[in-house]
Every structure is written in C-alpha cells, then in structure tokens.
T-cell receptor
C-alpha cells in the first residue's frame, strides 16, 4: 500500500528566503507526482506535474524534482513571498489515482 | 474555460438524512474523481468514474455511499443515512484522460456538516 510522507509538517520563513519542501513515497511504481497548494477552506490548486520518466519541472519560482528510485520529491520555492503562505500537498498516481501526503503548512513572514 | 464546479459549497444534514453532492467537470474532461478530507486528515481517494462507468471504487465505504457519472449532467456522490463521522470536505477532480498521464484539476469542495 502506497504511503506518502511530507516533512516538515509546518515551516515558517522570512520573506525572500528560498525553501525546500520534501515528499517521500514508499512504492516507487508510480506514473506521476503532483504538487498542489491548498489555501484555508479552499480547494486545491495544481502547481506542477512530473511524469515518472522526468527528473524535474519548473514553473516560475517553483521547481519540483523527482527521484523515483529513491521514492523522493522536493519542491523548491525561490524568493518566497507572503502570498506563498498555504499548505503544500504532494500526491502520487499509481494503482490508486492519487495518494496524498498530509502536507506542509508554510508561513512566509513579511 | 470554467474550472471544476461543485455544489453546494456547504451542506448541513441531520443524522439519518441523505446528502447529494454534485460535480461538473471541466469542459472536455470525461474522467472524474472524488476525494474526502476529514478534519486533521489528508485527502483520501474514494472513487474514479468515467462517463457511465465506475472505474475504481476501492476507496468508497461499502455501505451508504454511491457515485454516478451519467451520460448527461454532473457526477453525483450520494451518502445515505448520514452519520456524524461523514462530516468532512468532499472534493471532486477531473482530467481529460487517465490519471496515469493527465493532471487532475480540483473543484472548491463541498463541506458537509452532519448535526
């Protein structure tokens, strides 16, 4: 059974800092991995999708990497802003359409 | 292109009543997924449907829960005889093709409260 773990559970950083969020999964037989953002009381916004054959994807200040063999992904956020404050979720698609981690709650302090 | 739409956004039901949650996928998307987020828990997969077919219902509770995605109209998640433990946020997602290849886009969710 696939399990997804995200570390840290919460993170607080000053504005302007670069930061890394971590995601690990137990079964490397995945098709793809998605990173999402969830604001309090809201739905999920898709940030990046990495196919299993890819090593990384970039969108603006975000860069996500995937090491399928070791069961790890990282989300790098450059030059963080207060508007980046949210919960970031990692999810993998395999035998189950998506299995989610519990997320990292990010606070960027102005 | 409108995003995934869900209604109602908030639903209050008394124990024993029925709850019907609706999801309209993005235009051109024929694959729909339902997920549940319990308080202080992560999102859990419930069911995956394609038009008129249930593809994977491995995450659905065996009793009281059912889902459909008819040829015309929205996908419906139906919960019969609700109990307090059903209180959660229910999210719908859609994609233009299979989850192995395509990104899933999520709706804003329906927050169900059972009193």
């Amino acid at each position: 059974k696939q399990e997804v773990t995200q570390i840290p559970a919460a993170l607080s950083v000053p504005e302007g800092e670069n930061l890394v969020l971590n995601c690990s999964f137990t079964d490397s037989a995945i098709y793809n991995l998605q990173w999402f953002r969830q604001d309090p009381g809201k739905g999920l916004t898709s940030l990046l999708l990495i196919q299993s054959s890819q090593r990384e994807q970039t969108s603006g200040r975000l860069n996500a990497s995937l090491d399928k063999s070791s069961g790890r992904s990282t989300l790098y956020i450059a030059a963080s802003q207060p508007g980046d404050s949210a919960t970031y979720l990692c999810a993998v698609a395999g035998n189950t359409p998506l299995v989610f981690g519990k997320g990292t709650r990010l606070s960027v302090i102005a | 292109n409108a995003g995934v739409m869900q209604n109602p956004r908030h639903l209050v039901r008394r124990r024993g009543q029925e709850a019907r949650l609706r999801c309209s996928p993005m235009k051109g998307h024929s694959h729909v997924y339902w997920y549940r987020q319990l308080p202080e828990e992560g999102l859990k997969f419930m069911v995956y449907l394609q038009k008129e077919n249930i593809i994977d219902e491995s995450g659905m509770p065996k009793e009281r829960f059912s889902a459909e995605f008819p040829k015309e109209g929205p996908s419906i998640l139906r919960i019969q005889q609700v109990v307090r433990g059903d209180s959660a946020a229910y999210f719908c997602a859609s994609s233009p093709g299979t989850p192995e290849t395509y990104e899933q886009y999520f709706g804003p969710g329906t927050r169900l409260t059972v009193t």
